[in-house]
């Protein structure tokens, strides 16, 4: 079964720095995805980055960016110039390759709540 | 994004009563899946659906049901709750409306946040 840890439960950072979150997955499957969620106090659940595994290149989306290191299993969010409103829970979350029945669902870390200092 | 609406958005229930959770999606998605959060545990899949009558389970399965007898609807059942669970339960649904790919996405309910006293 895979297995992700987020070893950080709370990180601050000063606004408009930065802050790299981290994360690492275990799993025996070459092809699969990762994703990093947001939860703010509203409990809402919001997809901040994806990356497929077979993409080399790093995903980015404005301010998050993630450094994803394959042989080493490990997907950290670096988010640059830090703002309150992204002051949040912080999931980082695994799902295997669509094709293999049994993957069609997401493991979640246990997640790392940052604070933004003002 | 699909519409997901759960109901109840609270419930205090007493140990050993039936609960039950429900899901409501709008837009005839197939996939449906039932989480629970809990502090140092993130998010924990419960059961999941994909489709009408098909079900299985997640991690946290037991002491939990779940009916899917309509496209719209994945109701989670607690035959006897106890007070370990309590927790906030999330219920989500994957974007694509026929096959499961998780570059569609998923959409996630509000939760339900349940206490067993």
């Known amino acids: 079964a895979q297995t992700v840890t987020q070893s950080q439960p709370e990180m601050s950072v000063q606004e408009a720095e930065t802050v790299t979150l981290s994360c690492t997955y275990d799993?025996?499957?070459?092809?699969?995805?990762l994703f990093w969620y947001k939860q703010p106090p509203s409990r809402q659940m919001i997809l901040v980055i994806r990356?497929?595994?077979?993409?080399?290149q790093n995903a980015t989306e404005n301010r998050f960016s993630v450094n994803f290191q394959k042989a080493a299993k490990s997907f950290s969010l670096k988010i640059s110039d830090s703002q309150l409103g992204d002051a949040a829970m912080y999931f980082c979350?695994?799902?295997?390759?669509?094709?293999?029945?049994?993957?069609?669902?997401?493991?979640f870390g246990t997640g790392t709540r940052l604070t933004i200092i003002p | 994004d699909a519409g997901i609406t759960q109901s109840p958005r609270h419930k205090v229930t007493e140990t050993g009563t039936p609960v039950t959770l429900r899901c409501h999606q709008t837009?005839?998605?197939?996939?449906m899946y039932w989480y629970r959060q809990d502090p140092g545990h993130g998010l924990r899949l419960i059961h999941y659906?994909?489709?009408?009558?098909?079900?299985d389970k997640g991690e946290v399965s037991d002491g939990y049901s779940v009916s899917r007898s309509k496209t719209e609807d994945f109701l989670l059942t607690l035959e006897s709750a106890t007070s370990s669970q309590t927790s906030v339960y999330f219920c989500?649904?994957?974007?694509?409306?026929?096959?499961?790919?998780?570059?569609?996405?998923?959409?996630f309910g509000s939760g339900t946040r349940l206490t067993v006293v």
């Open positions: 989500a649904i994957s974007d694509g409306r026929d096959r499961w790919d998780p570059l569609d996405g998923y959409t």
């Open positions: 799993t025996s499957e070459s092809d699969y995805y």
């Open positions: 990356q497929e595994a077979y993409k080399q």
């Open positions: 979350a695994y799902s295997g390759i669509w094709y293999n029945f049994g993957n069609e669902k997401l493991t």
């Open positions: 837009e005839n998605h197939r996939y």
């Open positions: 659906s994909y489709g009408v009558k098909d079900t």
